[in-house]
């Protein structure tokens, strides 16, 4: 099989573009059960601080299924609205969001899979202007040095949650730096997005958001 990353990497983003903002465990910290978590109204704060004071991000990224299969690539992030996750050499897969919506490119079967980024988990790094109280919770974790933000849509459970995971360090913009988050769908699919080298208000091009539509264009008339 030419492309054997392409199973463990289609769930993950079929749910980066169709969860709302939900959660679970995260990385690098003790999972965390879903009941009786209390707010956290100062830690949500300083979140909302650390995404109005990025204007944009660069990183390495490992992406786990819950089979424990991992793959890299490099993700870049410029808000509002603009992220590229670009898959290492061999996986024909590209996601890229341009401020409207979320896509993901196939080169392999040269398919083209548009959502809105309002639907995605991701909605919640890209937009700094949300109101983090009205759908997210800092929940407990093992790790004090960790702050883990939780979101779950209530009425719509069978999208499943995700969890995003701080670490606090005074050196990041708001004293906080993006480690990652975790992704578990209805069906109990987890997969995990690690960060790492990361790399805040560098120069990002907006060419960086473009994409190459491998659809055969159709004969006119």
């Given at each position: 099989?030419?492309?054997?990353?392409?199973?463990?990497?289609?769930?993950?983003?079929?749910?980066?573009?169709?969860?709302?903002?939900?959660?679970?465990?995260?990385?690098?910290?003790?999972?965390?059960?879903?009941?009786?978590?209390?707010?956290?109204?100062?830690?949500?704060?300083?979140?909302?601080?650390?995404?109005?004071?990025?204007?944009?991000?660069?990183?390495?990224?490992?992406?786990?299924?819950?089979?424990?299969?991992?793959?890299?690539?490099?993700?870049?992030?410029?808000?509002?609205?603009?992220?590229?996750?670009?898959?290492?050499?061999?996986?024909?897969?590209?996601?890229?969001?341009?401020?409207?919506?979320?896509?993901?490119?196939?080169?392999?079967?040269?398919?083209?899979?548009?959502?809105?980024?309002?639907?995605?988990?991701?909605?919640?790094?890209?937009?700094?202007?949300?109101?983090?109280?009205?759908?997210?919770?800092?929940?407990?974790?093992?790790?004090?040095?960790?702050?883990?933000?939780?979101?779950?849509?209530?009425?719509?459970?069978?999208?499943?949650?995700?969890?995003?995971?701080?670490?606090?360090?005074?050196?990041?913009?708001?004293?906080?730096?993006?480690?990652?988050?975790?992704?578990?769908?209805?069906?109990?699919?987890?997969?995990?997005?690690?960060?790492s080298n990361q790399a805040f208000n560098v120069a990002v091009?907006?060419?960086?958001?473009?994409?190459?539509?491998?659809?055969?264009?159709?004969?006119?008339?």
């Amino acid at each position: 099989m030419p492309y054997p990353e392409k199973r463990m990497i289609r769930p993950t983003l079929f749910a980066l573009a169709a969860v709302p903002v939900a959660a679970a465990a995260i990385v690098g910290a003790t999972p965390v059960a879903a009941p009786a978590m209390a707010q956290a109204a100062g830690p949500l704060a300083q979140v909302s601080q650390h995404l109005r004071a990025v204007n944009t991000m660069t990183a390495s990224f490992s992406q786990t299924d819950r089979n424990g299969k991992t793959i890299n690539g490099t993700l870049t992030l410029k808000r509002p609205g603009r992220i590229r996750f670009e898959y290492q050499k061999g996986v024909p897969l590209l996601v890229v969001g341009d401020g409207k919506a979320l896509t993901m490119i196939d080169y392999q079967v040269k398919q083209v899979s548009r959502w809105p980024i309002g639907d995605s988990p991701l909605s919640v790094l890209l937009d700094p202007s949300k109101d983090l109280s009205k759908f997210a919770k800092v929940v407990p974790g093992g790790d004090p040095r960790l702050l883990i933000v939780q979101a779950r849509d209530p009425k719509r459970p069978e999208f499943g949650t995700i969890s995003i995971a701080f670490a606090k360090s005074p050196a990041a913009p708001g004293g906080l730096m993006l480690r990652g988050w975790t992704i578990v769908d209805a069906q109990n699919n987890r997969s995990t997005i690690q960060l790492s080298n990361q790399a805040f208000n560098v120069a990002v091009s907006d060419k960086a958001f473009r994409w190459n539509d491998p659809r055969p264009r159709n004969p006119r008339g």
